[in-house]
């Protein structure tokens, strides 16, 4: 369990982050409750994939977040 990567609560509305990948080629975190999202972070091979993993999971934790709120 050395490779488990723990997020906090999303800066916003405190709700469950969880970790996307996209296609097998990117990665974002989101929050299940309000859609805020960090950017994606791209990889090739499995070795990229767990840096880009670390990379999202620390802007998560940093509150470094795209939010968009109702009507923009």
């Not at 859609?35 to 934790?61: C, F, I, M, P, R």
Request: hydrophobic share 30%; glycine share 10%; with cysteine.
């Amino acid at each position: 369990m050395d490779d488990m990567i723990e997020l906090e609560e999303c800066p916003c509305c405190r709700g469950a982050g969880y970790m996307v990948h996209e296609g097998g080629w990117s990665v974002q975190i989101e929050c299940a409750d309000c859609g805020s999202h960090t950017v994606y972070v791209e990889y090739s091979n499995d070795e990229e994939k767990k840096v880009a993993e670390q990379k999202v999971a620390s802007l998560w934790n940093l509150g470094k977040v795209i939010k968009a709120d109702p009507g923009e």
